[in-house]
Structure formats: C-alpha cells, structure tokens
C-alpha cells in the first residue's frame, strides 16, 4: 500500500490483514535491512493470528530505498542508510502510518527491532501508539530526552551476548526507566538479531519467552 507520496518517490508499506480482525494493529519497524521477506513474515503470523499488521518502508527518501542483503556489499550500504536516517522525518513518517492502521479501528501497537527499535521508543514518544516493543535496540540513550513523553506500556528486550549493543547502552537505559512502572526491561543470554530465525545469532529459547511477553502486553490493550 501507498502512504504517501513526495515528487516521484512513494512512502510504501507491506499490510498483511487477517481475515477477522481479533486484536490492536501491530506496527512492524524492520531493521536496517528494510522491509524484506523475514520482516512481512512475521507481519503475516501476526495477521493469521488476527491482529493487522504494517510493515513500512521507513528509507524509502534513501538511496537506496529498497531491502538489502544482510551479507556482502548491501551489509555497508545498510549500516551506512542506518547512520544518516533524518529521525525527525522518520518520526512524522511513523504518525501517518499510525493514523493509517487506526484508521482500521483499534488500537496499535509498535514493534522494533535493532534500528527499528529506537524507531519504536520514538513512536511511543511522538507518535501515540497504546504500546511499544524494541528489540536490541540501537541509541536509546542518545534519545532519553524523550522518555518522558512515554505513557503508554514499553518493553524493551535485549540480548546480553549482543555485539552490536554495548553493555553501557542496556545499563544506561535500563538506569533511565528504572522506576518507570510503564517500562519493562528483559535481558536474554543471547546475541543480536536472537528473535529473527533466519540469523545465525537467532535462540529459539530467548524467542519464545519474548513472544510469550510481547503476546501478553498485546493482550493488555
């Protein structure tokens, strides 16, 4: 689906609707891979379970727009679209998506991971969504400043074997939100990228416990 347009290039999404809606709306931020086959996966297990889900394309102002590989020269060129992502178009980019699924009816939830999950601490901040979910996420603590914006319930799950989220990061996050009834923090013996099946790094273990947290916070709304 089109979300919107600017000059020739064209603000897309993957939906994946159920066929009887059951539950709140899930908006699926990818990693910096972009919207490629394992992110619409899970999107289509949240749709086969009744829940619509929105998968947008958040680099589609990139160059390039599209998905990328996860190993071999596109690994570079998506560390590289990662780095100079302008946050605050992103941030307006996550409204509209939001608008578009409640516009569905219900409520929406945000789910994020690694890039995708400083995206989803940013949706709850400045996009109102009822709920958020950020999987090893990268740099919330260069964005604390809008913790306080938060309201609604926010998980935020991290693996400790994870090379690409430093300890400094989990502790200085974790020492920010302590107190915070709204915010829950999980730590997993395990590595980046745990919960996507195709990695080499992904525990089936760590996943079933986060899906068990995540379905329960879903269900809460």
Known sequence: ?????????QFDAYLATPASASGAAI?????????????RAIADGWAARGHPAMVPNLFWRCDPP????????????????????????????????????RARGGKVAAI?????????FLAAARAGVDAAVAFYALGIS???ADLPKIACPMQLHY??????VPTAEVDAVSAAVRGRENV????YDAGHSFFN?????????ATKLAQQRVDALIASL
């Open 159 to 164: 693996g400790t074997k994870d090379e690409h």
């Open 142 to 144: 260069k964005h604390l």
């Open 197 to 205: 099946p195709v990695r080499p790094t992904y525990d089936p273990l």
């Open 27 to 39: 908006l699926l931020l990818s990693d910096m891979f972009g919207l490629n086959a394992p992110i």
């Open 112 to 120: 994020g991971f690694c890039g995708g999950g400083l995206l989803a």
């Open 184 to 187: 829950a923090v999980h730590l």
């Open 66 to 101: 599209g998905e990328l590989e996860y190993e071999g020269p596109d690994r570079q060129r998506a560390w590289e679209r990662l780095r100079t992502l302008n946050l605050e178009r992103v941030a307006a980019d996550l409204s509209l998506a939001v608008h578009a699924l």
């Open 1 to 9: 689906m089109i979300l919107a347009t600017d000059g020739a290039k």
